[in-house]
């Protein structure tokens, strides 16, 4: 009976165009722009690395002044200083640890057709590879040793190595940067990241990073960080000075992979301030923090406002698209009336009658469900011309098509509900009499 | 015109009438707070800046190599620029408004201050720097050549004199006086610093700042590392082919840099903010849809009724009504019904005002709209019903008398 019900359903949309445009034009409408915003929303939101998440943390320690917070809601600083975090990398309590800084530097290509450029890259620990997994086409990251070695060593992403080298594997290769050689010692293949969910504070939409070196490296050039730095009382004069400050700049990751390693680490933290407190550092109170990849998103508002308020606002627009629906399907039903009262009478059960209008409002359901992904597929492309740097988060995926079309059938059938019920409430005999 | 027969009629058909009043209601609370949300972003994009932005743009350079001497590279710079004929100012900078990028410090009335009395961003620069911003000197006065000093991050004396916004030096100094006024940076530095100028109004780097509007001019250059950044102020419509004129000649006065971020400041407005006038297309588009919807919802359900109740109408006009009375029979239906769900629509939408209010810390939705709201969904459902309710009208007296 289904598929008879299914053609009895196609006839009689076809038979009222006009209708039957409005109703799917409304649902592809209201479909269209939910799930636009819910793409944009789910992408920004979703685990970037769901497979160890829960096992790498984001250090927070409180080096604050002690006459104002950091925040205002008395959470502790986005960054931490140079001696912090060295001391911790020193200390090595966690199963892996990176501190990280952005940095830029000349490149000075001995290709002299290569103009020299200003490249954006990262110092950090050898950890860091081993933490966030980026894929090495050639060579692969440096170890610790050359951590400790302050070794010349760089990891070119895919793309600068196309710019210097035409894409071939340069691994032993020399760059110059900044007027210093460094050796190529990996390169790293396609990274396909939606943002940097690494580095939040300092432009985690920005461009992904041309090149990584060693953190110790980079201390060596004195070069300061190209990110955020925040002082609560002014350095001493000079670079050493300056490491030696309460300045925060530099962002420190660990990889924690148990609960019991968590409480642990935790507490060397909080033995730790406890120490420097000694020293007569860390005036406020403890105040440590180790969130992990996902609540640090959320701590740091990776999905901003604005995409939030768009999503409720284009699900309350849906809802208004479907009670409109609900009108329309109710003048739809209520004007067959005597086809209903004539079939009744043949002997459809009210059931029956219940199943073939439901199959017709899900059928409408999917027409508009296709124009709706139809008409995301669009909204999406409006996303990305509006907001430049979410083109990574504003893409179809499959699960995303897949809750289109389950969305629009169930908000129609949904829809329907109240008129089909409507319909087979009809008396047979009144419909007969003329 | 007789309101009874009209809501009985109504109360009859109960749930059309819930359908049309809820989408009513439901776009009055969101139109209304869109258009709240969008009047806010307008607000905040207008702001000037301080500066001319039309006739302004800006490089930055970076030198490489051990031996590059970042000092004499900006003087010899300096010098290249002022000297190309249809510039009308240059100086060197590190920060301007609507990049999002900057210094920023306290500074405190009383030396040893535990909070610092107003916070503001830094403006390093030398004694053409009002010019190239474009920004107006209303009290004391500009910096003399002999005071442009250096700077650098590692540095602990900010200079001694310097140029406030009258936003800051209002903070500071709020019984006036700001000219010759002293204060301190804080910090253990325990000498005071001297305001000798006051421009009108120039904004912070930061566009989502509490203290957007508080800026203090530095007579020194500051050199960041190796890099240097300068303001260039064209004259009237001669600002595009100087930038390129500026590339080429700074590229071939010095092959040890990179020069980069070559942007005119109306780009930089435009760049900053993106995000807002994203938001404001977005939020057009969907009041504009759901108007739409609305309107075409109460055209489908009136069109439905004149149909369902042809014969009535008939009936009306054959027993002496005239067609006006049965147009004008069905808008006053619309009104009632529209009035209704606008009733329900107001206070939703202070009820979703004070959702976003507590979520977001948004400012509370004025009174004005949700009454302008009204009288334009009235007008909304008044016209869409015009149509059908203008058929009704033409329904002949002779219906009545079939009876198919």
Redesign the interface.
């Given at each position: 009976m289904f598929n008879y019900y299914l053609q009895l359903g196609l006839r009689s949309l076809r038979r009222n165009p006009v209708?039957t445009t409005?109703m799917v034009l409304?649902i592809a409408?209201g479909i269209g722009?939910s799930m636009t915003t819910l793409t944009v929303f789910h992408l920004m939101g979703s685990d970037p690395i769901p497979w160890k998440s829960d096992r790498l943390h984001y250090v927070q320690m409180d080096n604050w002044s002690e006459?104002?917070p950091y925040f205002d809601d008395g959470r502790p600083p986005d960054q931490v200083t140079y001696r912090d975090a060295v001391a911790l990398m020193e200390a090595a309590k966690a199963d892996r640890q990176a501190a990280m800084y952005k940095i830029?530097m000349?490149v000075?290509p001995e290709n002299p057709e290569v103009?020299?450029?200003?490249a954006l890259g990262r110092a950090t620990y050898s950890d860091f590879f081993a933490m966030f997994e980026p894929r090495f086409r050639y060579g692969g990251p440096w170890d610790r040793g050359q951590d400790a070695q302050h070794a010349r060593v760089v990891v070119l992403n895919h793309a600068t190595n196309e710019t210097l080298f035409g894409g071939e594997d340069s691994v032993g290769k020399s760059v110059r940067?900044?007027?210093v050689d460094y050796t190529v010692i990996g390169v790293l293949g396609e990274w396909n990241l939606r943002f940097k969910f690494y580095d939040l504070t300092n432009g985690a939409f920005n461009a992904p990073e041309e090149f990584f070196m060693p953190f110790t490296t980079a201390i060596d050039t004195k070069?300061?960080a190209s990110g955020n730095n925040s002082c609560w009382?002014?350095?001493?004069?000079?670079?050493d000075?300056?490491l030696d400050s309460d300045c925060i700049w530099i962002v420190m990751w660990v990889q924690l992979d148990s609960a019991v390693r968590r409480a642990e680490y935790l507490s060397f933290l909080d033995s730790y301030v406890g120490e420097q407190k000694q020293l007569g550092r860390f005036p406020r109170a403890l105040n440590n923090r180790l969130l992990d990849v996902n609540a640090w998103m959320e701590d740091q508002q990776v999905v901003?406002?604005?995409v939030e308020?768009?999503v409720g606002?284009?699900f309350?627009?849906l809802?208004?698209?479907l009670?409109?629906t609900?009108?329309?399907l109710?003048?739809k039903f209520?004007?067959r009336a005597g086809e209903i009262g004539l079939r009744r009478a043949l002997g459809a059960s009210r059931g029956q009658m219940f199943a073939q209008y439901m199959i017709e409002s899900g059928v409408v359901g999917l027409s508009g469900g296709l124009l709706g992904l139809a008409l995301t597929g669009l909204g999406l492309i409006a996303?990305r011309s509006?907001?430049?740097q979410y083109a990574t988060v504003a893409q179809l995926d499959w699960s995303m098509v897949a809750t289109t079309i389950a969305l629009s059938i169930v908000a129609a059938v949904l829809a329907g509900l109240?008129p089909t019920w409507?319909a087979c409430r009809v008396q047979p005999a009144a419909q007969l009499k003329? | 015109m007789e309101i009874r027969p009209i809501f009985s009629a109504l109360m009859r058909s109960k749930v059309s009438m819930i359908l049309i009043g809820l989408q009513v209601a439901l776009t009055l609370a969101i139109v209304c707070n869109a258009l709240f949300i969008i009047g806010q972003r307008l607000d905040t994009m207008q702001r000037p800046s301080g500066m001319n932005e039309a006739d302004t743009f800006t490089i930055h350079s970076i030198g490489f190599g051990e031996d590059y001497d970042v000092r004499s590279v900006m003087n010899a710079d300096l010098a290249l620029l002022r000297g190309l004929p249809g510039v009308l100012a240059v100086a060197p900078i590190n920060a301007m408004p609507l990049s999002n990028s900057g210094w920023n410090s306290g500074l405190s009335i009383e030396p040893g201050q535990r909070n610092s009395t107003a916070n503001t961003a830094f403006y390093f620069t030398d004694d053409k720097g009002i010019d190239a911003y474009g920004a107006e000197l209303v009290a004391g006065r500009n910096f003399k050549p002999e005071e442009i000093g250096y700077f650098t991050m590692n540095d602990r004396r900010p200079p001694r004199v310097t140029i406030m916004t009258r936003a800051l030096a209002e903070r500071m100094f709020p019984d006036g006086n700001a000219v010759g006024g002293q204060f301190y940076y804080g910090d253990e530095d325990n000498d005071p610093a001297t305001v000798v100028g006051i421009i009108e109004h120039l904004q912070a780097p930061w566009v989502g700042s509490q203290n957007i509007d508080n800026v203090m001019l530095l007579p020194a250059l500051l050199p960041y590392g190796n890099s240097s950044n300068y303001l260039i102020r064209a004259e009237p419509g001669r600002r595009d082919e100087l930038m390129k004129e500026v590339e080429s000649r700074l590229a071939a006065s010095n092959s040890s840099r990179i020069l980069r971020n070559l942007r005119s400041m109306q780009e930089r407005r435009a760049t900053v903010y993106a995000e807002d006038r994203a938001m404001t297309i977005i939020l057009g588009t969907v009041i504009i849809a759901l108007l739409g919807i609305t309107a075409l919802g109460i055209v489908g359900m009136a069109s439905f009724w004149v149909a369902q109740r042809t014969r009535q109408i008939g009936t009306r006009r054959a027993l002496g009504a005239t067609r006006t009375d049965i147009l004008r029979y069905f808008q006053t239906e619309n009104f009632i019904i529209t009035t209704l769900g606008l009733i329900v629509g107001g206070v939703l939408a202070y009820a979703f005002s004070l959702w976003l209010m507590n979520t977001y810390q948004a400012p509370r939705l004025p009174w004005y709209y949700v009454p302008v709201g009204f009288v334009c969904l009235w007008l909304l459902g008044q016209l869409a019903v015009l149509g059908p309710a203008l058929r009704a009208s033409r329904v002949p007296p002779a219906v009545a008398t079939r009876s198919v």
């Amino acid at each position: 009976m289904f598929n008879y019900y299914l053609q009895l359903g196609l006839r009689s949309l076809r038979r009222n165009p006009v209708l039957t445009t409005l109703m799917v034009l409304g649902i592809a409408l209201g479909i269209g722009a939910s799930m636009t915003t819910l793409t944009v929303f789910h992408l920004m939101g979703s685990d970037p690395i769901p497979w160890k998440s829960d096992r790498l943390h984001y250090v927070q320690m409180d080096n604050w002044s002690e006459d104002n917070p950091y925040f205002d809601d008395g959470r502790p600083p986005d960054q931490v200083t140079y001696r912090d975090a060295v001391a911790l990398m020193e200390a090595a309590k966690a199963d892996r640890q990176a501190a990280m800084y952005k940095i830029s530097m000349p490149v000075q290509p001995e290709n002299p057709e290569v103009k020299p450029f200003l490249a954006l890259g990262r110092a950090t620990y050898s950890d860091f590879f081993a933490m966030f997994e980026p894929r090495f086409r050639y060579g692969g990251p440096w170890d610790r040793g050359q951590d400790a070695q302050h070794a010349r060593v760089v990891v070119l992403n895919h793309a600068t190595n196309e710019t210097l080298f035409g894409g071939e594997d340069s691994v032993g290769k020399s760059v110059r940067m900044d007027g210093v050689d460094y050796t190529v010692i990996g390169v790293l293949g396609e990274w396909n990241l939606r943002f940097k969910f690494y580095d939040l504070t300092n432009g985690a939409f920005n461009a992904p990073e041309e090149f990584f070196m060693p953190f110790t490296t980079a201390i060596d050039t004195k070069k300061r960080a190209s990110g955020n730095n925040s002082c609560w009382r002014t350095p001493g004069e000079g670079w050493d000075a300056y490491l030696d400050s309460d300045c925060i700049w530099i962002v420190m990751w660990v990889q924690l992979d148990s609960a019991v390693r968590r409480a642990e680490y935790l507490s060397f933290l909080d033995s730790y301030v406890g120490e420097q407190k000694q020293l007569g550092r860390f005036p406020r109170a403890l105040n440590n923090r180790l969130l992990d990849v996902n609540a640090w998103m959320e701590d740091q508002q990776v999905v901003s406002r604005d995409v939030e308020v768009q999503v409720g606002l284009a699900f309350a627009f849906l809802l208004v698209c479907l009670i409109n629906t609900i009108g329309l399907l109710l003048a739809k039903f209520t004007r067959r009336a005597g086809e209903i009262g004539l079939r009744r009478a043949l002997g459809a059960s009210r059931g029956q009658m219940f199943a073939q209008y439901m199959i017709e409002s899900g059928v409408v359901g999917l027409s508009g469900g296709l124009l709706g992904l139809a008409l995301t597929g669009l909204g999406l492309i409006a996303v990305r011309s509006l907001y430049a740097q979410y083109a990574t988060v504003a893409q179809l995926d499959w699960s995303m098509v897949a809750t289109t079309i389950a969305l629009s059938i169930v908000a129609a059938v949904l829809a329907g509900l109240y008129p089909t019920w409507r319909a087979c409430r009809v008396q047979p005999a009144a419909q007969l009499k003329m | 015109m007789e309101i009874r027969p009209i809501f009985s009629a109504l109360m009859r058909s109960k749930v059309s009438m819930i359908l049309i009043g809820l989408q009513v209601a439901l776009t009055l609370a969101i139109v209304c707070n869109a258009l709240f949300i969008i009047g806010q972003r307008l607000d905040t994009m207008q702001r000037p800046s301080g500066m001319n932005e039309a006739d302004t743009f800006t490089i930055h350079s970076i030198g490489f190599g051990e031996d590059y001497d970042v000092r004499s590279v900006m003087n010899a710079d300096l010098a290249l620029l002022r000297g190309l004929p249809g510039v009308l100012a240059v100086a060197p900078i590190n920060a301007m408004p609507l990049s999002n990028s900057g210094w920023n410090s306290g500074l405190s009335i009383e030396p040893g201050q535990r909070n610092s009395t107003a916070n503001t961003a830094f403006y390093f620069t030398d004694d053409k720097g009002i010019d190239a911003y474009g920004a107006e000197l209303v009290a004391g006065r500009n910096f003399k050549p002999e005071e442009i000093g250096y700077f650098t991050m590692n540095d602990r004396r900010p200079p001694r004199v310097t140029i406030m916004t009258r936003a800051l030096a209002e903070r500071m100094f709020p019984d006036g006086n700001a000219v010759g006024g002293q204060f301190y940076y804080g910090d253990e530095d325990n000498d005071p610093a001297t305001v000798v100028g006051i421009i009108e109004h120039l904004q912070a780097p930061w566009v989502g700042s509490q203290n957007i509007d508080n800026v203090m001019l530095l007579p020194a250059l500051l050199p960041y590392g190796n890099s240097s950044n300068y303001l260039i102020r064209a004259e009237p419509g001669r600002r595009d082919e100087l930038m390129k004129e500026v590339e080429s000649r700074l590229a071939a006065s010095n092959s040890s840099r990179i020069l980069r971020n070559l942007r005119s400041m109306q780009e930089r407005r435009a760049t900053v903010y993106a995000e807002d006038r994203a938001m404001t297309i977005i939020l057009g588009t969907v009041i504009i849809a759901l108007l739409g919807i609305t309107a075409l919802g109460i055209v489908g359900m009136a069109s439905f009724w004149v149909a369902q109740r042809t014969r009535q109408i008939g009936t009306r006009r054959a027993l002496g009504a005239t067609r006006t009375d049965i147009l004008r029979y069905f808008q006053t239906e619309n009104f009632i019904i529209t009035t209704l769900g606008l009733i329900v629509g107001g206070v939703l939408a202070y009820a979703f005002s004070l959702w976003l209010m507590n979520t977001y810390q948004a400012p509370r939705l004025p009174w004005y709209y949700v009454p302008v709201g009204f009288v334009c969904l009235w007008l909304l459902g008044q016209l869409a019903v015009l149509g059908p309710a203008l058929r009704a009208s033409r329904v002949p007296p002779a219906v009545a008398t079939r009876s198919v």
